[in-house]
């Protein structure tokens, strides 16, 4: 099992993403190998302690930076720390990359270099949304497609299904359709097509699931275009943040507040802990030939780590082999379908 | 000024309704009808005290309920409180309504009964989203129509501007988009386009707004189609209920936890508040030929009232007919630019 990491992807590069991968290695015991600058890379390595064998550096002279236009960024950056790790997946030296650089950049080099799983129309990026029984909540898409069709939805529905099952070990995801309402007939013309379609598929699907319920964990998926999960990622995070900063404030602006705050501090830390999605781990890229795995861009070693570890699970549990598997037997489907439409 | 109130309407009708009217007619001397089971509505009223020349019952046999399909409800229980209610509207005889009841029901009723504004295409509901200072944000459309064209979105961008100049008393009101992005050309192809037509309207057009900073009140109106107002809407509703019910299952698992939970009493109290939307009126219908507000259904008597206050204000406000004025404007304008063309 080998791993690249994008070292200068990120906002706390290269010191997170070389120290995430150290931990990785001795954790783990995996391959890994990091793409950036080899000086400021072995200066950073310089004090850790780990197996030598296991890890190799790819000196690389660019680096993308979040203000690039994406797709003109894999083009042109072609030594660039994440276009190098990304040709890695691409020509199989490596199983899966991690990088917490610009998002925008890796769903372009994904689906540019990596490239897409044949009959898969849209690629998504697939974030967790922290929920208060202290899991997450895949929102796929989260933002990697602002338009779609009802098939990139249905889609999107069996791949999420193959990656909790794979990477995050449930039993019998619980696949919901994002709605403004629950009833069957809800909803855009979007929703209203794509949830047939979806209800046709061999999966736990729960049908309609509205806005105020994510956060309760009523699903373990939610599939949506990326307008509208990008729209419901950011407004939690927001509402979230905003409301641990406002009582932060309205705690601290009287003795009594102030003692009650240390009173309770153990309990907020643990509900700020619990919504941070930093947590988490990364955001996977459903529907390319290989594992790409988006780390938040502010992630420190930890988040990095859970990052390697997602994408060994991604690579060990043959995702890419599964979803390819399900298209084919779709084809099969559709095409006996049309045999006895036929006769 | 006469209000008409769907006394029927709402979780807590007709307690609610009735008390909250005659708040009304107390604290601004407006003259109310209220429409519903007759003996119900004066067993409310027995021990009140109010100028009974400023009420007027008209006592109707049927309600719509939650569970009635909204256009068929409408058309077919004619005498039902709100059918009754939005026909006085439309004839003049109330210069607004208030109504508790369906949702559905009311938009549709006032799309059938009330009628449109000749030109505007689909009339928006418009409930306001509280934010951390205070105040709130309306969302232009909260959840109307689920799909929208780029015209629907520039006619909720001015007809917001107008009430919230006319009815909330703004000055000079910030009008946002919501999208994935702020920067110009995000998004997907629906707000790609209403980015422009917004931004040629005469208002203080803030740009795009993102899903998480709207609880941060960086606009006064944000303008979406009612699939993304409603995922934004229930999504912000259910993070702040989830967190407090979470907070309140936390404090009281010990002691201590008990203990610093009382000495922030206030302060939480402040803030559950100011994140409760119930506290801010009621939505209104805007595009139509009246003033139809929509007050949540679990409205109390001072939520009615508030509700009814917003009413006053829309009917003097001259709302409609202002609305009419700037879409004249812009068929001149459309008609210039089209002459100087051929020219």
Redesign the interface.
């Known amino acids: 099992m080998k791993i690249v990491i994008d070292a200068m992807g990120g906002d706390n590069a290269p010191q997170a993403t070389v120290e995430g991968a150290v931990q990785a290695i001795n954790e783990y015991g995996i391959d890994i190998i990091l793409t950036g600058d080899k000086e400021q890379i072995e200066k950073e390595l310089e004090s850790k302690a780990y197996d030598k064998n296991k890890l190799e550096i790819i000196h690389t002279t660019q680096i993308i930076e979040n203000e690039d236009k994406p797709v003109m960024a894999v083009r042109r950056k072609k030594d660039s720390s994440m276009v190098v790790a990304l040709n890695l997946v691409k020509e199989k030296k490596a199983d899966a990359i991690v990088s917490a650089g610009s998002t925008g950049a890796l769903l372009a080099g994904g689906t540019l270099i990596v490239g897409r799983i044949k009959g898969i129309d849209r690629p998504c990026l697939c974030p967790g949304l922290p929920n ?1 029984k202290g899991g997450i909540t895949l929102l796929a898409d989260g ?1 990697a497609n ?2 779609c069709k009802p098939k990139n939805l249905t889609q999107f529905a069996f791949m999420s299904d193959i990656y909790l099952r794979k990477v995050l070990g449930l039993e019998n995801p619980r696949i919901g359709l ?1 709605n ?1 309402g629950t009833e069957e007939g809800k ?3 979007l ?1 209203k097509e794509a949830f047939y379609d979806i209800k046709d598929l061999d999966l736990n699907f729960v049908g309609n699931v ?7 964990s009523v699903c373990d998926a939610l599939i949506c ?4 999960g ?14 641990m ?3 932060k404030e ?2 601290t ?1 009287s003795f ?2 102030k ?6 501090k153990d ?1 907020l830390k ?2 700020k802990s ?2 941070d999605y930093t947590e988490y781990g990364g955001a996977p890229l459903l529907g390319v030939k290989g594992g790409v795995i988006k780390a938040h861009g502010s992630s420190n070693a930890f988040a990095i780590k859970n990052a390697i570890n997602q994408a060994i699970k991604f690579a060990n549990g043959n995702v890419v082999n599964d979803i390819e598997q399900v298209l084919k037997e779709l084809e099969e489907k559709e095409k006996n379908k049309e045999q006895q439409e036929t006769k």
Do not use: P
Not at 225 to 228: A, K, R
Not at 230 to 243: D, F, I, P, Q, Y
């Open positions: 208060i933002g602002a338009d994002a403004i909803g855009n013309e929703v509205e806005a105020r319920d994510v956060i309760n275009d990326g307008f509208t990008n729209t419901l990622l950011k407004s939690c995070e927001g509402v979230a943040m905003s409301l900063k406002l009582m309205k705690f602006t009594k507040g003692m009650g705050a240390l009173m309770l309990s643990e509900i619990m919504m």
